[in-house]
């Protein structure tokens, strides 16, 4: 698939044009550092929380664990209701809370309805659940383009849903972030939470993708 | 198995920036320590959220910021100079004058040595 690739101002994709040195930084991770050692010398910083922070979302935060909120609404009638009425505690009772107090809602999928998260702002993105955002939630066609033309972003997305079901789009803020329960896939009666997890891909907790269908997997 | 694998001619004329499942968030370090700079700074009382939701607004909204997202982290780096410029942590000169402190250093230093700004022959 060739896809294009737009390069900042600083043109990351020149260096190799350039004299050999034996080390080089370029703007942006000399400004960092800059960054690093202004606030270093101001005692604002400490870098040992500096790592953890980035262990954190490199690692053990990502969207497995959205993936179990979602399981355990589909298995729990009763904590589906809760997500339901009270995401932010919902959640957070199941030990996934934001750093930044960020209120979350549940958005469920319906026959009728499908769910689509966005952030036209910036990137606001649930990631005490879903972790750090991919790339295209991130970008102007994105941003722009799940406004304007939803269906069409779902096509892209390989998703086509019946002319009937309406789709509503959520926009993201820095107080509130959007979580959608995407549909339970047919055949999954008796699956345990964790199965059910398996099945709920990132992109279906955005919108961009439905719950993996149980087809050719064994629970 | 997930919907996301399907390409479209529709997705390559409009350059819909894809990334699978379980991509790599940073694409570099710097991307990385500037993530963790903001969250870190802002759990300090540094900023408000919303703040840096606006500084970063503006920076993403710039007209000439790629379609595709591939700047998204400059734009980041320059909006959380701007906000610590704004909040009076770090000024603008400043930062650049270590900015190219820090370049100076690191073509100073030879290949395999840590890279520390008292390698910029200037300083």
Redesign the interface.
């Known amino acids: 698939?060739?896809?294009?690739?737009?390069?900042?101002?600083?043109g990351h994709d020149h260096d190799h044009d350039h004299h050999h040195?034996?080390?080089?930084?370029?703007?942006?991770?000399?400004?960092?550092?800059?960054?690093?050692?202004?606030?270093t010398e101001?005692g604002?910083?400490?870098p040992a929380?500096?790592?953890a922070?980035?262990e954190t979302?490199?690692t053990r935060v990502g969207?497995r664990n959205g993936a179990l909120v979602v399981a355990r609404a589909w298995a729990e009638s009763d904590f589906a209701d809760w997500l339901k009425r009270d995401a932010t505690a919902a959640i957070a009772s199941m030990g996934f809370t934001g750093?930044?107090?960020?209120h979350m809602r549940a958005v469920f999928n319906t026959t009728e309805t499908h769910n689509l998260v966005v952030c036209t702002?910036?990137?606001?993105y649930p990631w005490a659940v879903l972790?750090?955002?991919?790339?295209?939630y991130?970008?102007?066609?994105?941003r722009s383009?799940a406004v304007i033309d939803p269906r069409?972003?779902l096509?892209?997305?390989?998703?086509s849903l019946p002319e009937t079901t309406k789709i509503r789009v959520w926009d993201s803020?820095?107080?509130l972030r959007y979580l959608v329960v995407p549909e339970r896939p047919e055949g999954t009666e008796g699956w345990t939470q964790e199965e059910l997890a398996d099945l709920v891909?990132?992109?279906?907790m955005i919108g961009?993708?439905?719950a993996?269908?149980v087809k050719?997997?064994a629970p | 198995?997930?919907?996301?694998?399907?390409?479209?001619p529709?997705?390559?004329a409009?350059?819909?920036?894809?990334?699978a499942?379980g991509?790599?968030?940073?694409a570099?370090p710097?991307q990385?320590?500037?993530?963790?700079?903001t969250?870190?700074?802002?759990?300090?009382g540094?900023f408000g959220?919303?703040e840096?939701?606006a500084s970063?607004?503006r920076e993403?909204h710039r007209p000439?910021?790629?379609?595709?997202?591939?700047?998204?982290?400059?734009a980041w780096?320059a909006a959380?100079?701007h906000l610590?410029a704004e909040k009076g942590?770090?000024d603008q000169e400043?930062?650049?004058a270590?900015?190219?402190?820090?370049?100076r250093a690191?073509?100073a230093?030879?290949?395999g040595s840590p890279?520390v700004?008292e390698n910029d022959p200037l300083r």
């Open positions: 698939m060739s896809t294009h690739h737009h390069h900042g101002a600083d040195h034996d080390n080089h930084y370029s703007d942006m991770q000399a400004r960092v550092r800059a960054l690093e050692t202004v606030l101001k604002l910083i400490d929380a500096l790592d922070i980035v979302y490199e969207p750093r930044q107090g960020e702002l910036c990137s606001c972790g750090l955002p991919p790339v295209w991130k970008a102007p066609a994105y383009r069409g972003v096509a892209e997305f390989g998703v803020t820095a107080e891909t990132r992109d279906s961009t993708g439905l993996s269908s050719g997997r | 198995m997930s919907q996301c694998e399907t390409s479209s529709f997705t390559e409009e350059g819909l920036p894809r990334s499942e991509d790599p968030v940073f570099e710097w990385a320590q500037a993530f963790a700079l969250v870190h700074l802002h759990e300090r540094v959220w919303n840096w939701a970063l607004s993403v000439e910021r790629a379609r595709d997202g591939a700047d998204y982290f400059d780096v959380l100079s610590l942590v770090a400043t930062v650049l270590l900015q190219h402190s820090w370049q690191a073509e230093t030879p290949h890279i700004l």
